[in-house]
């Protein structure tokens, strides 16, 4: 495996930092710290701390999508894929992480206007890729369940992001894993 790059480093150590202390807990001299350069090589890459975060929410975004992609390229029944997607927001919680979106959706206000948009789209996949998840999952008998599919999918992607923050707070990775449960059961 080749050795990562000093960049991929600093948005490795940013985005640590990010899901355990959010963007405003920590500077350039945390990383700087963390990896044992100078905060002038952490500029030389990232001019500013906008750039880094734009690159850093980008990052996660591309590996996240590619993620849900992979779910239901299986074969799986749409209950094992919503099931698998749990899964990805709780192994952030193994790691004392919460999700780089909603650790940055919590902090919108102090964040770059310029981030605003990244961070919706960012969301709005999910929600699309969850429609889709359901939508297929009713279509086979797998999902019951009245309403909109788009109100399900928003209500389950905000209750994973809000559990993640309850559990966290409460350093209780049992209490996001019922969560999920009843959340997949509910639909059934």
Known sequence: MPTPSTRDLILDSAQSLAQTRGFNAFSYADIALELGVRKASIHYHFPSKQDLEAELLERYRSQFMAGLASLDSNGDSSVVVL???AHLYSSTLKNGRICLGGMMASDIGALPETLAPSL???FEEQVSWLVKVMNEGKENNELNFSGTVQSHASVFL???QGGLLMANAMNDQAL????AETLIAELQ
């Open 83 to 85: 099931q698998r997607y």
């Open 120 to 122: 919706s789209s960012f």
């Open 158 to 160: 905000a209750a994973l």
């Open 176 to 179: 996001f894993e019922r969560l």
